[in-house]
């Protein structure tokens, strides 16, 4: 509890964010940069995917930061709708937008690479429909926290309905299990290690840390300019009154 009061102060959070910005910067482009090197001219293509298996690179971690953006999220609404943790319901805003862009990326990736896999560009199988929902629930959330002209009302609407909109994230992961789909099963996040050779292993893990530094890259940046740019609405309303 504690350690969350300390934090609530947006002036104490952006004196530790605004010196890390740059090296997460450095570190997102560097891995990433590896990556990509690693994905296009070092890794094998796939013995029945040919080269289209490169996709893989920008699909799978996109679709994973997807996930990954959204439990950030509700985490966050949560905090801010408990708490009414200032920076928190900043956090979970600015996380909407990136991790909707996450799952655009992976939608529009995963048609590419099912056309020559699958035959086609779309199917309603249930880990693209429960994708396609997300990607829904993220807009929501976003249309939601500025529908109202109390920002408090906003905030605590979306952060219920994220919260609610949780229960797709396990559907999501567990899909392929759960039900028949054309989507092939995991082979890196399994009980008995990843089914996939080291060799387009370590790429796809470089990408997803670079995607993972990528977001908190991006956050942190676009929290500092919606702090900023809350300071400088309060300062003009100051005036006005004055």
């Known amino acids: 509890m504690a350690m969350i009061e300390k934090y ?7 004196r530790i964010a605004r010196p890390l910005i740059p090296w997460i910067g450095g570190i997102t482009l560097l891995c990433l940069g590896i990556g990509l090197y690693l ?21 799978v971690p996109a679709a994973w930061m997807a996930m990954f953006c959204y439990t950030s999220l509700v985490i966050s609404a949560g905090v801010g709708l408990i708490w ?6 900043i956090a979970a805003r600015e996380t909407a937008s990136i991790g909707a862009i996450f799952t655009f990326l992976a939608l529009l990736t995963g048609s590419l690479w ?3 896999m699958w035959g086609t560009w779309w199917v309603w199988d249930a880990r693209l429909t429960s994708m396609l929902v997300l990607l829904f629930l993220y807009i929501g959330f976003m249309a939601l926290n500025s529908a109202f002209d109390n920002a408090q009302r906003g905030a605590k609407a979306s952060a219920i309905l994220a919260m609610v909109g949780f229960i797709n994230i396990p559907i999501i992961k567990f899909s392929v299990d759960w039900w028949n789909t054309l989507h092939q099963p995991a082979s890196v996040i399994r009980m008995d290690g990843p089914s996939i050779h080291s060799s387009m292993l370590i790429p796809l893990l470089l990408m997803a840390v670079g995607y993972s530094f990528f977001y908190l890259w991006v956050l942190l940046i676009r929290m500092d300019s919606a702090i900023t740019a809350g300071k400088i609405r ?9």
């Open 8 to 14: 609530a102060n947006p002036n104490r959070f952006l």
């Open 39 to 59: 994905a296009l001219f070092v890794s094998p293509a796939d013995y029945q995917q040919g080269e289209s298996v490169r996709i893989i690179y920008v699909h």
């Open 84 to 89: 009414k943790h200032p920076v928190a319901e």
């Open 114 to 116: 099912g056309k020559p």
């Open 234 to 242: 309060t300062l003009r309303q100051r005036h006005a009154q004055a």
